[in-house]
C-alpha cells in the first residue's frame, strides 16, 4: 500500500522548493491533457477544492449553462517538474479530480470512471495492476519550428548511437521520468526510423493512467528541448510500423497474485482465464476506446506486428493478448491492440469492467492459438474461430454502442458525448477529399 500524501504535506513541499506556480491537470474525454496554472499563493484554495473552471470549454464535459466545475487536487500526484526550476521559481503540477457544485464528483470525468471501476473491484477484493509499453516517434521540426515527419535518424529495433540520433532525447527524458518518481524498466529505439519505446514499472491502474498522462507530458516537453517534435500518433507514415502501447494487466488479492496458480493449466488460475474470457468478449467495444482515433486503425492493419486477431496464446506475439512466460507475482495478461492515442483511464476503466464480468459469470476463454496467426489463409482463421478486431472507428463505435457492460463502465454522460463525437470525427474523416484521392483519381478521370 503506497503512502498517502496529505495537503499539508504539498503546501510545506511547494514552499520549501521555491514553486511559484502550480499547473493543475486533467483530461477530456479523448485523454487531452488541460491545465489550469496558479500562483502559489492560490495553493491552499485549490487544495481545499475552492477553485472553480468553466467545464463547457472542455471537450465531452457540460454545456455553457451547466458549466460551473471545481477542481479537487490530488495530493498524491504532486510532483515539480524538473526542467522548469529558474531564478524565477519552479512549476509543479497537482493532477485533480473534477466535481459539481453540488460536491458530488462530475460524471464526464474520465480519472473519476477509473476510480468507480476500482472501487467496485475493490469491493470483491481485487486491485489491478497495469504496465504500459508506450511507443512513440521522434520527428525533425522545419524552419518554423512546425512538425514534419522526417525522422532523425535510420535506425532499427535496438540500435544504438550514433545510428540512433534520438538516444541523447531519450536519455534525458528518462533522467526526468526519474526525478517524477518513475521507476524506468526498460528503454530502446523501436522497428520504424524515430521511433522509440520507453518502459516503466507497472502500479495500481489509477497512478498508471496518471503516469501515462504525465509520460507524454514530460516525452512532448523534453523532445521540443532538442529541437525534435514527440508524436504519440497511432500510425503517421505509410509503410512503416505504427505505434502501440501493449499493456500488461493482472489482478492482485489479499497480497498475492490473482492469476497465479502453480498447479493450474499453464500455472494460470481460474481467475485469469475467466478475466481474459471477459476482455475478448467486449474486446470490439473496448476497441473504440483503446483506438479511439482515425489513424489507429491504419496502425491495425496485417503485415506492421499489430495485433489484429482475437485471440490468445503463451507462446507467440501475434494473438491479441499474448501470457508472458514469468509466473508468480509477474503473472499477467498482455492485451497488445491499444495505442498511445487513447484515454488511458476510460481505457483501464473498460478493461476493468470486462475482465470483472467475466470472472463474475465464469467466462472462458477460447483455447489458445499458438500458430503464427499472421502466415494463417484466412480459411484457416475461420476454421479455427478466429475473429478480426474493427477495422476501422465506425465499426468500433458501432460495436461499443451495442455493448451494455462498456455502457455501464463509462456512464451515461461519457458513453453518449464520446459516441456523438467519435461519429463526428468519423463524417469529417469520411466528407474530406485525402492527398491518396488526388493522385489515385485526378488525372484518371
Not at 532523425?152 to 535496438?158: K, L, V
Not at 507530458?217 to 529541437?227: S, W
Request: some cysteine; proline content about 6%.
Amino acid at each position: 500500500m503506497k503512502e498517502q500524501v496529505l495537503k499539508e504535506d504539498v503546501i510545506l513541499a511547494a514552499r520549501d522548493e521555491g514553486v511559484k506556480f502550480i499547473r493543475l491537470q486533467f483530461t477530456d474525454i479523448f485523454g487531452v491533457l488541460k491545465n489550469v496554472a496558479i500562483p502559489i499563493d492560490q495553493l491552499d484554495k485549490a487544495l481545499a477544492g475552492e477553485l472553480m473552471f468553466d467545464g463547457s470549454s472542455i471537450e465531452g464535459f457540460v454545456r455553457i449553462e451547466e458549466s460551473d466545475m471545481y477542481l479537487r487536487p490530488d495530493p498524491n500526484t504532486f510532483v515539480i517538474f524538473p526542467w522548469r526550476s529558474s531564478e524565477r521559481g519552479a512549476v509543479a503540477r497537482l493532477i485533480c479530480d473534477i466535481y459539481n457544485p453540488d460536491g458530488t464528483p462530475f460524471a464526464g470525468d474520465p480519472r473519476y470512471i477509473l476510480r468507480r471501476a476500482t472501487g467496485l473491484a475493490a469491493q470483491q477484493g481485487y486491485t489491478m495492476h497495469a504496465g504500459p509499453e508506450a511507443e512513440f516517434f521522434l520527428f525533425l521540426v522545419d524552419a518554423d519550428g512546425r512538425p514534419t515527419t522526417r525522422t532523425h535518424d535510420r535506425a532499427g529495433y535496438f540500435d544504438l548511437a550514433p545510428v540512433d540520433l534520438g538516444e541523447e532525447a531519450r536519455r534525458d527524458i528518462i533522467l526526468t521520468l526519474e526525478k517524477l518518481g518513475f521507476e524506468i524498466e526498460a528503454s530502446h529505439h523501436e522497428v520504424a526510423p524515430g521511433q522509440h519505446e520507453i518502459d516503466f514499472k507497472y502500479s495500481d491502474a489509477l497512478d498508471t493512467a496518471d503516469k501515462i498522462v504525465t509520460f507524454k507530458f514530460v516525452v512532448r516537453a523534453l523532445a521540443q528541448k532538442h529541437g525534435l517534435h514527440a508524436t504519440f500518433m497511432p500510425k503517421p507514415v505509410f509503410g512503416i510500423n505504427g505505434s502501440g502501447m501493449h499493456t500488461n494487466l493482472s489482478l492482485m488479492k489479499n497480497g498475492e497474485n490473482a492469476f497465479y496458480q502453480p498447479d493450474g493449466p499453464l500455472q494460470l488460475s481460474k481467475t485469469a482465464y475467466h478475466f481474459m474470457g471477459g476482455l475478448l468478449k467486449h474486446i470490439k467495444a473496448i476497441t473504440a476506446l483503446a483506438n479511439q482515433t482515425v489513424n489507429s486503425y491504419k496502425r491495425l492493419v496485417p503485415g506492421y506486428e499489430a495485433p489484429v486477431y482475437i485471440a490468445w496464446s503463451c507462446r507467440n506475439r501475434s494473438p491479441l493478448i499474448r501470457v508472458p512466460a514469468k509466473r508468480g507475482m509477474s503473472t499477467r495478461l498482455e492485451l497488445r491492440s491499444p495505442d498511445p492515442s487513447c484515454n488511458p483511464y476510460l481505457t483501464l476503466a473498460a478493461c476493468l469492467q470486462a475482465g470483472l464480468e467475466g470472472i463474475e459469470q465464469g467466462i472462458e476463454p477460447p483455447a489458445p492459438c499458438d500458430q503464427n496467426i499472421y502466415e494463417m489463409s484466412e480459411a484457416e482463421r475461420r476454421e479455427q474461430g478466429i475473429d478480426t478486431l474493427p477495422s476501422n472507428l465506425y465499426d468500433a463505435v458501432a460495436e461499443l454502442e451495442r455493448d451494455p457492460v462498456m455502457r455501464h463502465a463509462l456512464g451515461e454522460h461519457v458513453f453518449q458525448r464520446f459516441i456523438t463525437a467519435k461519429r463526428i470525427e468519423w463524417d469529417r474523416y469520411r466528407t474530406t477529399v485525402h492527398d491518396w484521392e488526388i493522385t489515385e483519381y485526378l488525372t484518371k478521370f
